[in-house]
């Protein structure tokens, strides 16, 4: 037995991968590393008297020997949220220095000056960087380093048969699909991203049985874009044989006057009825009839005391289910304290008010400040009955997984940093109330499941921007997944993986500007490895699946005056 364990030990080993600390990018305002070794440096480097840490209150006797208090910095190099304090000169660069170390940006409002402060942060990251790479703690850092970003090592997952026993065998699944299945059932969260036509859609009915057959799971929710509800309906009933362990919220089946399902013939894209390619005889699926308010009302209200194993409605119905104030309260306090989102962002998220406001100038409040005014107040004591109009809190729904399809509609939970946020060529794009929604429901879930329950699919995890990569990971992976990178907020993200350098950008006015910009990536392999543990990317050429051939034609498009006059403002 002992020499099974080392051999799966040694193949484990085998399969990591392992970098030396010349391709480690070590930076300043990163901090999966202590901060003593920075501490270190910069006393080296002519900052003897810096310190990181914490400001706190002392007590001491005075030379009268009264007790007075006095601040303090009380060193803690492990402490991610601790400050640098200072550097002897809290002026001109070394004030500059200062912010920079403590996260925030090189200012001045001489362009030559400016230029001159940068020019010597580059050169301090440049120095850091050999300094770190040749520190005599190298091999203990490289192995840290290694252990943080590249500790995952794939599992190759068996593709054979699943035994599902509710099933009606008329869909078949490949090979390439039973093991995504027993991966995601396994690993209990992640994100399915299957090219478009491989079956992300059987593969999630078939995990939803593989969870039950697997005591993993008792109700799933698949929540749906309202155009594709009809065909999830038809491809659930294929698969499943009948529809007698679920429930549908926008749909029902047509039934005769003896309460049988009527059948409709399929119809292909030119509006013909299909035949089956072996048989030669016309295909007929179930004739659905929409449901009316009430009855989607009722069905809500049915989620939480039913024993269905699985629960398919779209994603406005699934936005529209509440979430206890108190609830959203906590975790947006946890979103504010990292700043994933703005103060503003939070009360609208936790309030429902889409007009609700700040203030302005002095009179502007905190999110802290503003959800106690009285007419946010009672919602926090409000636990909530069968109101009109209003769905169960999602907290008595009952579900213990959720499966998001088309999940890329959800990556704009988290906006840019205060210091990322304006970084040339890094997409960013506002907080989508219903992405905040949506990864407050999935934090709860896991919450609730010992980390287990949050499912994506998508055949686009990431388009144009870095920060989509945060925001998709965060509906699936716990907070402690990213600090282990030192990534606490959106900013330190981009610190870690985002290669910043001082760009030449042009303005719609044709005047050039030097400015931060985003040039590339770095440490790419702990992204990799972070992105690839919870997401199950497969192509066509991965699976071996033949596609039939197709013609790429390309059109060139004449902007109208509306859009070429859009295109100039975001450019700007």
């Given at each position: 037995?002992?020499?099974k ?32 070794y920075?501490?270190?440096f ?26 007075v208090k006095?601040?303090?910095?009380a060193?803690?190099?492990?402490n991610?949220?601790?400050?640098f304090f200072?550097?002897?000169r ?11 170390l ?16 940068k ?18 703690d ?20 068996e ?12 869909v ?22 299957f ?31 309202k ?22 919220v ?11 399902i009527?059948?409709?013939?399929i ?7 299909k ?14 009839v929409?449901d ?55 009360l ?15 009179e502007k409040l ?10 946010y ?6 636990e ?9 809190y ?32 890094l ?9 905040i929604?949506?990864?407050?429901k999935?934090?709860?879930?896991r919450?609730?499941?010992?980390g ?6 998508t ?15 965060s ?14 907020t959106?900013d ?11 760009v030449?950008?042009t ?8 400015t931060?910009g ?18 199950n ?35 700007e």
């Amino acid at each position: 037995l002992k020499a099974k364990y080392q051999s799966q030990i040694d193949e484990i080993n085998r399969r990591r991968i392992r970098v030396g600390a010349d391709a480690i990018s070590f930076g300043m305002q990163q901090k999966w590393f202590s901060r003593k070794y920075l501490v270190e440096f910069l006393r080296e480097s002519g900052y003897p008297n810096i310190k990181y840490g914490r400001e706190e209150w002392v007590e001491e006797e005075d030379y009268s020997g009264k007790t007075v208090k006095k601040k303090d910095i009380a060193e803690d190099y492990e402490n991610p949220f601790g400050s640098f304090f200072g550097t002897g000169r809290e002026q001109g660069f070394d004030k500059q220095l200062l912010d920079y170390l403590n996260g925030g940006k090189v200012t001045s409002s001489k362009a030559e000056i400016l230029q001159a402060y940068k020019d010597q942060v580059k050169t301090l990251e440049e120095n850091f960087n050999v300094y770190m790479q040749q520190h005599d703690d190298a091999d203990l850092l490289t192995e840290q380093y290694n252990l943080k970003f590249n500790g995952f090592t794939p599992f190759e997952y068996e593709g054979g048969g699943l035994d599902l026993p509710d099933i009606s065998g008329r869909v078949k699944l490949h090979d390439y699909q039973n093991a995504a299945i027993r991966r995601s059932s396994e690993e209990g969260r992640g994100c399915l991203a299957f090219d478009v036509g491989l079956g992300k859609s059987y593969s999630a009915l078939g995990l939803v049985s593989y969870n039950k057959k697997m005591g993993r799971s008792r109700k799933t929710c698949i929540t749906v874009p309202k155009a594709v509800l009809a065909n999830w309906y038809h491809e659930a009933k294929k698969f499943y044989g009948n529809l007698d362990d679920a429930l549908f919220v926008g749909f029902e089946p047509k039934r005769d006057k003896n309460g049988s399902i009527i059948q409709e013939p399929i119809l292909d894209e030119t509006g013909q009825a299909k035949t089956n390619p072996l048989t030669g005889e016309i295909e007929y699926q179930d004739a659905l009839v929409q449901d009316s308010p009430q009855e989607i009302f009722e069905k809500m209200w049915k989620i939480p005391q039913t024993n269905l194993s699985l629960v398919i409605m779209t994603k406005e119905k699934y936005g529209a289910i509440p979430m206890r104030p108190a609830t959203k309260d906590r975790y947006a306090q946890k979103m504010l304290e990292r700043q994933l989102i703005s103060d503003r962002d939070a009360l609208v998220s936790v309030t429902g008010d889409d007009k609700a406001s700040l203030g302005k100038g002095k009179e502007k409040l905190s999110y802290s400040e503003a959800v106690q005014q009285d007419r946010y107040r009672q919602q926090f004591s409000d636990e909530g009955t069968e109101k009109k109009g209003e769905f169960p809190y999602f907290e008595d729904m009952g579900f213990d997984s959720v499966i998001v399809d088309e999940a890329h509609e959800f990556k704009n939970s988290y906006q840019g940093g205060k210091e990322t946020g304006n970084i040339a060529y890094l997409p960013t794009a506002p907080s989508a109330k219903r992405a905040i929604d949506m990864n407050m429901k999935m934090h709860y879930l896991r919450e609730q499941n010992s980390g287990r329950g949050s499912y994506l699919l998508t055949a686009t995890p990431v388009t144009n921007s870095p920060f989509e990569i945060f925001n998709m990971l965060s509906l699936v992976c716990p907070v402690e997944e990213f600090e282990r990178f030192g990534v606490y907020t959106v900013d330190d993200f981009i610190r870690v993986f985002g290669n910043i350098q001082t760009v030449q950008k042009t303005r719609v006015s044709g005047e050039v500007v030097d400015t931060d910009g985003l040039v590339g990536l770095k440490n790419l392999d702990g992204l990799r490895n972070l992105f690839h543990k919870y997401v199950n990317m497969k192509n066509a050429e991965d699976v071996q699946l033949p596609l039939p051939p197709h013609t790429e034609v390309h059109e060139d498009v004449e902007m109208s005056p509306i859009q070429e006059e859009l295109y100039a403002s975001l450019r700007e």
